[in-house]
């Protein structure tokens, strides 16, 4: 068996952790809900390699968090603004007004659900009690680059773009006098940190490290296809007949 790497789970010869360098400092603590079998069968997800990207973030695996007593603390803790993200009619965006008072000063704990699509609703159905947590979504419309894997539907972008994007959109919306606007409206200095903190970070290296891991499936499964990769997987008869993919630009 291969050595793997201790950290994104991969083959040594295969590890990303130097794409996600350096580590990204957003002010914002991530925590990522991880499904059981997310955790099983996607070690080497893009919930594992947003959590080596993201400076402060942390991977919470589970079914039910309703008794997790470690997460409960998180959500209570009165140093965090914890919000769910999640689509809802009543989300907040980076836009939307009032975004930055409903902190009051706290630091953003954004709590994201790290599971497909189907178990991503097991892990809501289990713990409803999120839904009562603040919900935190896009102003923008976008669409995943994640081509080795095709979701549900177009809108539906991966665990590693939501971490991007979010932080994307915080910083087109804190201004150069994000500071100043932050201590008018909380009376102390935690939100402009965050908002310090945010503008200042390069999120660069989550699409960077993403990419990377998108490149080397793609090369991974031609190499399969063109016969210079041993049958090791009891599935790999489907390569036989396959074509080479072509790997897009936007990941080159």
Known sequence: ???????CFRPISHCLCEYAKPEIDSGIKFIFLMHPKEAKHQRTGTGRLSHIALKDSEIIVGL???????????????????VLMYPGDDAWTARRAGFKEAAEGRQLLVIIIDATWFCSRKII??????LELPRVSFYGEYRSIFTF????????????????????????????????????????????????????????????????MIKDQLQCENDRIAGKLPDV????????????????????
């Open 233 to 252: 997987y009891a599935h790999d008869w489907k390569y036989k007949d396959k074509k080479p993919r072509e790997i897009p630009d936007v990941i080159l």
């Open 1 to 7: 068996m291969a050595q793997r790497c201790l950290k």
């Open 125 to 130: 159905e289990h713990n409803q009690f999120l």
């Open 64 to 82: 039910d968090f309703s008794k997790n007593e470690y997460f409960l603390s998180l959500i209570n803790d009165k140093k965090y603004f914890p």
């Open 149 to 212: 894997k095709r979701e549900p539907r177009p809108e539906y972008i991966s665990t590693i773009e939501t971490c991007y994007y979010f932080i994307k959109e915080l910083q087109s919306v804190y201004s150069d006098n994000a500071d100043d606007d932050a201590r008018n409206c909380t009376g102390d200095t935690t939100l402009s940190e965050t908002a310090r903190l945010v503008k200042d970070c390069d999120p660069e290296p989550l699409m960077n490290v993403f990419k990377a």
